[in-house]
Nanobody
């Protein structure tokens, strides 16, 4: 059982939409924070969105207003709705999970996370 498993990556045209999913059904550790990261070829990994168990979210400026992070706690699934996609959004997308004290303060896309999925590729062409 893979603890975190992403799906939903695909190739789309500029302006298109995708919804990524991350199943955490196999994740047996404590967690109160999940996030999405991405890494483009030759670039550093970039945190883009986070969400606490009770729904507090943070977003990087690069995706704010276009991407929405959400979760279904009953199904242990994290989502990333991506709209108005641009070629600059091309990357491998990863979900991550962790447990933080004071999650409303420390659960942000800028944090280091201890547990990662294997990634799903998103390619946006002009």
């Amino acid at each position: 059982h893979v603890p975190l498993m992403e799906s939903g990556g695909a190739s789309v045209r500029t302006g298109g939409s995708l919804r990524l999913s991350c199943s955490a059904s196999g994740y047996t550790y404590s967690r109160n924070c999940m996030a999405w990261f991405r890494q483009a070829p030759g670039k550093k990994r970039e945190g883009i969105a986070s969400i606490t168990t009770d729904g507090h979210t943070t977003y990087a400026d690069s995706v704010k207003g276009r991407f929405t992070i959400s979760q279904d706690n009953s199904e242990s699934t994290l989502y990333l709705q991506m709209n108005s996609l641009e070629p600059e959004d091309t990357a491998m997308y990863y979900c991550a999970a962790d447990y933080f004290k004071n999650p409303w303060t420390f659960c942000t896309y800028e944090r280091d996370f201890g547990n990662w999925g294997q990634g799903t590729q998103v390619t946006v062409s002009a």
